[in-house]
């Protein structure tokens, strides 16, 4: 498990994922520290009117504790903050249970310190699992030592247990939604990262590899059939040399997103690799598609510009229909005499080999 502190780098620069991800730790840690004040400047006035006057300055240094991690997070001291808070709860469950009794529930504020650990990556995972288990621990052992409570304080019992057991509740459940929230973002941006291109947001080479492989495995099983195309833009290398290499991103992107769209809803589209793209048509025969590809290729032109360049930009295509028990390779390798067909025929155009 990475921590925080790994996030961080030498250099001055720290990418925006990892911002984020330390954001996502500061935000949690300060939701804490706030009702961690809060709760104890209650606790202060609860103890004074139940007439627990050691409590009552217990928590006096608690609040200051609490407000201390709250000029930690600031300062992005996570670890040291949550150390200060764990060790803070440990000891008044054990002073507010020794005295009043597990019955009156002060216990219980163990349960959401050690979700809070195992959750929030500020130390690492021995020292995190070690700390939890020490709060169990704990957490059993006064509830075995320290089961009834003082006989001033016997009528405020059920009281305490609900409250405490409400309070200790909301932290729990605060906790466990931002980590499902910090866990959802973190499983976007790693399918975003495992399936889609950086610059045109296609699907990238790997997703469509699988893509290809998944397909071909259900042709061979029911027969159900389907067609790929291989595309490369026309002349790209004098976009690239004449107008620079951003106006060469952007020409890719505008090609990019011209293909997908018209492309239908269940069609993969993807980038192969530099201005090439790859195509697959699931449930489809080469006849039922031709025309359509062609039609897309000559249209193109029209539907694509690129400011400071004067020619037509336009896309060469090779297209196959994968015929049974063909192998990725064999048809990777047929879509790629197709293009090469095309391009050595004039290119803008589109080329099958059926």
Sequence with gaps: MVTTSQLKHQHPFTSNHVSNSLEQTTQILNITSAAGSIAHFIFIFLFIYLDQTTLAWLNVLSLGAWLLTVRLN??????ISILIMSAEITVHAFFATSILGADAGFQYYLWPMTLLMMTTPSLNIIWSTAIALFHMATFALLVLLYPSQEEAVASYSSTLFIMNLICASIPFIAAAALTRLTYMSQYELMVKLAE???????????????ALTFYMKQQSKNGTPFCISLVDVDHFKQVNDQLGHNKGDEALIKISDYLSQSMRATDISSRWGGEEFLFIFPSVELAQIQQRIENICQDMPNNVSLEGWDKAISCSFGLIQIDANETVEDALKRVDDSLYQAKKNGRYQVVSDH
């Design 196 to 210: 889609k291109d950086e610059l045109t947001k296609l699907f990238n080479r790997r997703f469509a590899l699988e």
């Design 74 to 79: 600031r300062l992005k001291q996570h670890n």
